[in-house]
């Protein structure tokens, strides 16, 4: 849909513009599963929601919340990448077409969550491994319908004829509909994940597009929207709600951070990252299985210095408390 030129005048456009840094990023979008037009991120030929949509916004002149300060002191630590280049690290995703088989899914959760059946391809990628016993996230992107279906804690049974899970979700890809306020998805905060995910092509191509995920220890019985659920008790007012915007303060200094890092950076500035749900500290998430050696951890590891003072936070909305629709 947003593939304005054809791939004959793509050549030629990128003939005329050799020696430049044009090339590859052309290039990648004419061929690659990933994409981007008018800043709104394509992946699998599906546009990842509206231009408009918050995970799309370019949070750059957003004021300051005036908690700011208080919530990044409560935060200590140093940013992480959590992903690189071991194929178990990572959240991988899958895209399948629109013909892919629907199978039927079991849910621990169920009345928080959209029932199936879902799409899932007997070789679904499981975040972890077939074998992991964490979070097990199977995300899957359909094709032509454009909707995104995601699952925590997810295991296939007789060979993938059915799955269980813990929770699962179902976004339209063409809404900025959320889901319940109360209510929870693959993530505690009740959020997509695959748009959330730096990937490999967006940061071969040079340019991030949309806002990031975060996870932190403790986070505060609250969430802002987009976010529609929490997963703590605390009533803590220093401790993150879900969907707290984290922005990457505009006077950091990343002149120095180079590559696949360098891309990251820019992207924390211009769209920040959503609070997501409990883990470590600073940790932020990327492609990962079959794709991952696309990373490179060197590369990746100089975000690690970059500090939580590094960050600020943004004004986006109130927070609520919920828990139930």
């Known amino acids: 849909m947003y593939r304005i030129f054809s791939f004959t005048l793509l050549l030629a456009v990128l003939t005329a513009c050799a020696g430049t840094s044009m090339p590859l990023t052309a290039l990648r979008q004419a061929q690659g599963d990933t994409v981007r037009h008018a800043s709104v991120p394509i992946v699998g030929g599906c546009q990842i929601f509206p231009a408009d949509n918050p995970w799309n916004t370019d949070i750059t002149n957003y004021p300051l919340d005036p908690r700011s300060d208080a919530y990044i002191a409560a935060l200590p630590g140093n940013l992480h990448p959590d992903f690189g280049q071991n194929p178990h690290y990572g959240i991988p995703f899958n895209i399948v077409p629109a013909s892919q088989k629907k199978v039927p899914v079991s849910f621990r959760y169920y009345s928080q969550s959209d029932p199936g059946p879902y799409p899932i391809p007997p070789n679904a990628q499981i975040e972890g491994g077939r074998h992991a016993s964490g979070d097990r996230h199977v995300l899957v992107l359909q094709k032509g319908v454009c909707k995104l279906y995601e699952m925590f804690d997810a295991y296939p049974v007789h060979g993938g004829k059915r799955w269980r899970a813990g929770s699962g979700a ?41 806002a990031l995920r975060v996870t932190f220890q403790q986070t505060q019985r609250g969430y802002i929207h987009p976010a529609t659920h929490f997963a703590s008790n605390s009533r803590n007012k220093d401790l993150p709600p879900m969907g707290l915007r984290i922005r990457m303060k505009a006077s950091y200094d990343i002149s120095g951070i180079t590559g696949q890092s360098h891309v990251i950076a820019v992207a924390m500035k211009t769209y920040g990252m959503f609070v ?11 492609e990962g299985g079959r794709q991952s050696s696309c990373w490179n951890d060197n590369d990746l590891n100089q975000l690690k210095n970059v500090p939580n003072t590094a960050f600020e936070v943004v004004k986006t909305g109130r927070i609520r408390h919920k828990s139930g629709p």
């Open 276 to 286: 997501a749900d409990n883990g470590s500290n600073w940790y932020f998430q990327g």
């Open 170 to 210: 179902i976004f339209h890809l063409d809404s900025n509909k959320l889901r319940p306020n109360g209510w929870t998805s693959a993530d505690a905060a009740g959020l997509p994940i695959i748009p959330a995910l730096v990937k490999c092509d967006e940061v071969a191509a040079g340019e991030i597009d949309h």
